[in-house]
């Protein structure tokens, strides 16, 4: 099946500082990639939908300012979290979908990043 | 905007007792995907659902989707502890993308 990594897992980091998270589709290409963000014991809310080649769509309420994505190639997409603070602190995670699956809507999953900002 | 709730929440079960989650949506949908969440875990897709009155069986769990298809059921038969996990839906919104419902937890007590 299709794979999607996340570098890295887990980050600790100060306060004011920026993390850049990786996402990247192992053995097919996605042209869509997608960024969550999961709080403990919640669902998962969709941050923003990272386009290869173009700008990002944000959902309502997502700063994009704060969260810079940069789909640079059809196997990697990128999050900033930049300026981060405690209530940053989250479990991020991509998906990716493979539009030559089986299932042509099925979203593969990272492996997430937990991110704690101190 | 388009609500997708679960029910229940949680749910404690002995094993060997069966389980069900209830994903409904406010509106119509084209499909509905289920996914698994271990503890410390990223979801992981099961089945997805097309077709009005679908029903689709893995093993011990049964997917239906609801002829109107705005709701659909997750049963697991004879639980067993490694069902324990947070089970999700996911529904499209959009062209691409997925929104999900707001998972049921379930504990499966040996």
């Known amino acids: 099946g299709a794979v999607v990594s996340q570098h890295p897992s887990r980050v600790i980091c100060k306060s004011g500082t920026s993390v850049k998270i990786e996402c990247r589709s192992l053995d097919f290409q996605a042209t869509t990639m997608f960024w969550y963000r999961q709080f403990p014991k919640q669902s998962l809310m969709l941050m923003a939908t990272s386009n290869e080649g173009s700008k990002a769509t944000y959902e309502q309420g997502v700063e994009k300012d704060k969260f810079l994505i940069n789909h640079a190639s059809l196997t990697l997409s990128t999050l900033t979290v930049t300026s981060a603070h405690p209530e940053d602190s989250s479990f991020y995670i991509c998906s990716a979908r493979d539009l030559g699956g089986k299932f042509t809507d099925t979203q593969y999953f990272g492996p997430g990043t937990r991110l704690t900002v101190l | 905007g388009q609500q997708v709730m679960q029910i229940p929440q949680y749910q404690h079960v002995q094993e060997g007792e069966d389980f069900t989650t209830y994903c409904n949506s406010s509106t119509t949908l084209s499909n509905i995907q289920w996914y698994k969440q271990r503890p410390g875990g990223h979801p992981v897709f099961l089945i997805q659902l097309v077709k009005s009155g679908e029903v689709k069986k893995q093993k011990r769990l049964t997917f239906q989707f609801g002829e109107a298809k705005k709701n659909s059921s997750l049963h697991i038969t004879a639980t067993q502890t490694t069902d324990v996990g947070t089970y999700f839906c996911?529904?499209?919104?959009?062209?691409?993308?997925?929104?999900f419902g707001t998972g049921t937890r379930l504990k499966v007590l040996a």
């Open positions: 996911g529904v499209g919104r959009g062209t691409y993308k997925y929104i």
